[in-house]
């Protein structure tokens, strides 16, 4: 068992209030990935074997990617007011406002327990119980919550969790891939998942207009050798939003941060930033009111887009510079 004690103990008390439980609300945060979707899908699957009655709701469509996980179809996009739910549980949410629809919860929140299930380390602990274990993924937490309470997990279920791990973890190469991750996807491995054929499915189903949104990436590629930092711009109508360029260009062996600047049909501009090396860029992000990992991290700014650049890049210098002087 790879739980922490505190989270063993607050898992026995989940384990009471779901038996309690009726009308189980299941969500995550805003954008969701594989991780959200994964955990979310496979911890409805969890409730409802207490006998409850579980929605999954995201606000947000979900991304292409996503719709091969098995219980895709059952995330609803929209929240039935008109039920009367007696449990909420969030899901791989740092904070309770980056749920998308947080608006409609507001008048649920104080008559109704809150049950936050994360791994995020700036958590802000927002639960009436709060399970944060510094963990690869929310989906590696949740197979062995399912362990612990001897769920047996059939394989489209075990399916979402190894997602939600091979995602959250760039297939189990990035730094919080540990022992017990794989001890997790083990298991999971043994209930049924092919790991070649979700490879494919999650890492090799690229719709071709992608490549579209990687040219204009690689085009508009900056790399800054003297700092080791590599970033570009995705201004609107730069290729549709089915591809994490994050993930192409943090491949650059001259550089160890990463950040990729995507404007929004609203001008808003979506930042994601990464790190191979010391330079903690959830720092950078914290900045600017985002959040994330130590070596993983995301913002949201107004825009224009050139303002959003120049703002992060000089945050980003600003903690290279930091790290090096140090
Ligand atoms: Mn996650």
Known sequence: MKLSEK???????????????????????????????????????????????????????????????????????????????????????????????????????????????????????????????DISSVGELVTWIARRWNIPLPPGIAACLYAAIACDTGRFLYSNTTASTFEAASFLIAQGVDPSEWGTRLFESLPAQAMVTLNSALHNLVIDFEHRFAYTTLPLGAGPDLVKPIDFIRQIKEADVFAVFREEADHSVRINLRSKGSVIVSRVAHQFGGGGHPKAAGIRLSGPLDCAVARVVAAVLDEINDVANH
């Open 7 to 133: 989270t063993q103990a607050t898992a026995d008390e989940i384990r009471t209030l779901a038996l309690q439980s009726k009308q189980c609300l299941v969500t995550v945060h805003q954008d969701p990935d594989a991780d959200a979707i994964g955990s979310a899908i496979a911890w409805a699957h969890l409730l409802r074997q207490f006998g409850c009655n579980v929605t999954v709701w995201a606000e947000d469509p979900l991304d292409d990617y996503l719709l091969c996980l098995p219980g895709a179809e059952t995330v609803s996009q929209h929240i039935d007011m008109s039920v009367n739910y007696d449990s909420i549980w969030v899901l791989d949410n740092t904070s309770i406002e980056r749920i998308r629809g947080f608006e409609l919860l507001v008048p649920m929140l104080s008559a109704v327990p809150v049950v936050n299930i994360d791994h995020h380390r700036d958590n802000t602990m927002f639960g009436m119980y709060n399970i944060v274990e």
